[in-house]
């Protein structure tokens, strides 16, 4: 039968609908621009615009000390386009399961394929929301305010960018197991993402925030692993050939550890319920 | 074994009944608190057990809430049954009504794509089958408009050619062919009789009698989730008619 618990049958299941994750992925990229009339340029309008207003906002209270900012309007789309990621993926894996209740009720499917594919679907537009960052400091180079020297060190985003994805996966299996059983959960998880957006470090420097070392406030911003991940995202970003120096190892194998230790829950919490599921949705 | 296809074998399963109501975590936890969480056990099917043979078409009868649809979804794989087990050989697809598993915001022709994946079939695989189902379905033009504006004929007759077409080794039929007018329903029929040459094991739900003497050659009949007749379709039949004028 399918649901033998062998790694065998897995990976032989998993081969078999392949096919369905990549269908389901196309299906999510598409369908989340179709009936608009910019369609996919909202992949780039839609953070751009955010950074502009963002910008505007908050330039004048933060941005002023250069040493630590370079380009305030470069810092905030790094942080930014790392912390959209996570929430989108999240967001929508969390309701991955519901949204499929017809198909799961009638067919056999791996149910892990769905938060899967919302994660990857929402990793393919991000990447390519990645091309904002691109024109916006070809801009500021060409235009010569605050250039950004842009060398082959910049390959490290890479780091930041694994890291994310693996957290965003595991924190979307233990979501969408939550949301099967609590349809609270979408609307603390709504109120929770904007909290974390004020503790991640993306409109302000961690440093300017004034808490003191050793305070309960500062233990909160340092385990809050996607500042870690905005942080080392920037330093590839931003500080080019002496990034290593903004780069904190520490904070790297935290972030490395948070993750994991997240996958691994999150896909346990997932498989020990998943039988249960179709009795909820 | 390898002449069977479908093989249902002391399957119980049972569903409790006041946990399917709690979908809140305030409900939740004021039930837990007050210690209201008790379940009341529910036995959808009872110790069922048949075989179906290898290009047997049988049909299931039995009354609303018999346990007709948690059976079928039992041996579609999709719920786990509490004892016993179930074993299926080959591929099965079920037909699925009424636009349950098809994206609305997709178009008729990507949701093809996207059932045959559901089934495990890849897209080179649907591809050479898809030109067989747009003339089966009769949706002409209509193939690339989102299923959101298709009428519910159109929607069945789209999973019924999907279903058909893929040649899956079990096909699971949920009283779909009510739905469709007098000639699709017609057409369809054929098509299921075509198919039983191919080695195509069927299952068929259905209350009309009439229907299920025309498709099957096997009948079951469940009452209150226990199998209470196995046979020949006529026969079980003739039986499923006097249940329904004694009740």
């Known amino acids: 039968m399918k649901n033998k618990n062998t790694l065998g049958n897995h990976t032989s299941n998993f081969m078999k609908y392949r096919y369905l994750l990549k269908e389901l992925v196309n299906k999510n990229i598409k369908l989340q621009y179709r009936d608009s009339v910019l369609g996919v340029f909202w992949t780039f309008l839609q953070p751009l615009l955010n950074m502009i207003v963002l910008s505007l906002v908050f330039n004048n209270l933060f941005g002023k000390d250069n040493s630590k900012v370079v380009n305030y309007p470069v810092y905030l789309l790094c942080g930014r386009l790392m912390f959209e990621f996570f929430t989108k993926s999240t967001k929508k894996a969390m309701k991955s399961i519901r949204s499929h209740a017809g198909i799961i009720k009638k067919v056999y499917v791996p149910k892990y394929i769905y938060p899967v594919s919302s994660v990857l679907s929402t990793f393919v537009t991000s990447m390519v929301s990645l091309l904002v960052l691109v024109f916006v400091v070809a801009f500021f180079n060409i235009a010569k305010i605050n250039p950004i020297d842009i060398t082959w060190r910049v390959i490290f985003v890479l780091v930041p960018i694994l890291i994310v994805f693996v957290l965003s996966l595991g924190v979307s299996m233990i979501l969408a197991t939550a949301d099967v059983f609590f349809k609270d959960v979408e609307n603390i998880y709504d109120v929770f993402t904007t909290l974390l957006f004020y503790l991640t470090p993306i409109v302000y420097h961690p440093d300017r925030l004034g808490f003191a070392e050793g305070s309960f406030m500062s233990y909160v911003i340092k385990l809050n692993p996607l500042g870690g991940i905005v942080g080392m995202f920037r330093a590839c970003v931003i500080w080019g050939n002496d990034f290593i120096q903004y780069w904190d190892f520490g904070q790297m194998y935290y972030c490395i550890g948070f993750s994991v230790v997240t996958l691994i829950i999150g896909f346990v919490l997932f498989y020990k319920n998943q039988d249960k599921f179709i009795l909820h949705i | 074994m390898a002449n069977y296809a479908i093989d249902v074998d002391h399957v119980s399963m049972m569903f409790n009944l006041n946990s399917d109501g709690v979908d809140s975590a305030k409900e939740y936890l004021v039930k837990a608190a007050k210690k209201e969480l008790r379940y009341t056990n529910f036995w959808a099917l009872k110790d069922v057990s048949f075989k179906v043979k290898k290009g047997d078409r049988m049909g299931v009868m039995g009354f609303n809430g018999a346990g007709k649809s948690t059976l079928l979804k039992v041996i579609a794989g999709v719920l786990k049954p509490t004892f016993g ?73 789209l999973g019924f050619a999907i279903a058909t077409s893929v040649k899956p080794d079990v096909l699971i039929l949920d009283e779909v062919l009510s739905v469709g007018d007098a000639a699709f329903r017609e057409k369809s029929e054929r098509r299921i009789e075509n198919m039983m040459g191919d080695g195509v094991t069927v299952l068929y739900v259905s209350h009309s009698t009439d229907r299920v003497r025309r498709i099957c050659n096997k009948a079951i009949i469940l009452t209150k989730g226990q199998l209470v007749a196995n046979g020949e379709a006529d026969d079980i039949c003739k039986l499923y008619k006097e249940m329904v004028s004694q009740k």
């Open chain 2, 85 to 157: 087990s179930v074993n299926v050989s080959g591929v099965i697809a079920p037909m699925l009504e009424l636009g349950a598993g098809f994206d609305s915001n997709y178009s008729g022709k990507e949701n093809i794509f996207l059932y045959a994946a559901t089934m495990g079939f890849p897209r080179s695989f649907i591809e050479e089958k898809y030109d067989e189902i747009v003339e089966f379905s009769e949706l002409g033009q209509f193939i690339n408009a989102p299923l959101k504006s298709y009428s519910s004929g159109m929607k069945s007759r």
